[in-house]
């Protein structure tokens, strides 16, 4: 089964401070996503990586970066957290073009900027 | 990619079957059709995905009518289990570089 392993189910940060979210894969899938959830929004998409050292922007990438130094690893930084950024965090990673294979998700990182 | 449009939620009985539909007017000749299902605390899983007429699985059926602008979603007999949000994507799958989600569907299943 494909895994994808987010770092931490559970994450409290102050704010102003740098937060790092791990995103692993195990299936050496080219495509990684980060999307932030949030009640009556839906999914969005912060940024996506097709390629290692590879990044593209989401629809909601302000306030966030990302890295890919590995294939199987996507990481989502918060450069300084402010409590508008408390949301649930999904990462995401598929094969080839993901409209035409099945996108894994992991469970989620649930981040609380105090 | 094409914008899509559900309902926000649904509500059903056990037993019963449910079908949610989805609005993609603007829908290209190439994008196909997928829907995912995700459960509370969970990231969303892929259910199923369709071109035209209907695709069936061991968990759901879709409908595309001739027009494709619209398709539905049917799940036979719904157990509490279904209760989740149920997301339609529409996109080339041969060109489309990233999965974007609507707001998706709510479907709460009572007993």
């Known amino acids: 089964d494909v895994k994808v392993t987010q770092s931490s189910r559970y994450l409290v940060k102050r704010t102003g401070e740098k937060v790092f979210l791990e995103c692993v894969q195990d299936?050496?899938?080219?495509?990684m996503f980060w999307y932030r959830q949030d009640p009556g929004l839906g999914l969005r998409l912060i940024y996506f990586?097709?390629?290692?050292?590879?990044?593209e922007k989401g629809d909601i990438p302000e306030g966030y970066s990302v890295s890919r130094e590995k294939k199987e690893r996507f990481s989502l930084i918060l450069e300084s957290a402010s409590t508008n950024q408390t949301s649930m965090y999904l990462c995401?990673?598929?094969?080839?073009?993901?409209?035409?294979?099945?996108?894994?998700f992991g469970q989620g990182t649930r981040l609380t900027v105090v | 990619l094409a914008k899509t449009t559900q309902p926000i939620s649904m509500d059903s009985y056990e037993g019963q079957e449910v079908n949610i539909t989805c609005s993609h007017n603007n829908i290209a000749t190439n994008d196909y059709i997928t829907w995912y299902q995700q459960f509370p605390s969970q990231g969303p899983r892929f259910i199923i995905q369709?071109?035209?007429t209907k695709v069936t699985n061991e968990v759901a059926s879709l409908f595309i009518p001739a027009d494709r602008k619209s398709s539905t979603l049917s799940l036979p007999r719904v157990s509490l289990s279904d209760t989740a949000v149920y997301y339609c994507l529409v996109g080339d799958p041969r060109n489309t570089d990233k999965l974007i989600f609507g707001t998706g569907t709510r479907l709460q299943v009572f007993p």
């Open positions: 995401a990673s598929s094969d080839g073009f993901p409209m035409n294979t099945e996108a894994f």
């Open positions: 369709g071109y035209k």
């Open positions: 990586s097709y390629d290692v050292k590879m990044k």
């Open positions: 299936m050496d899938h080219e495509n």
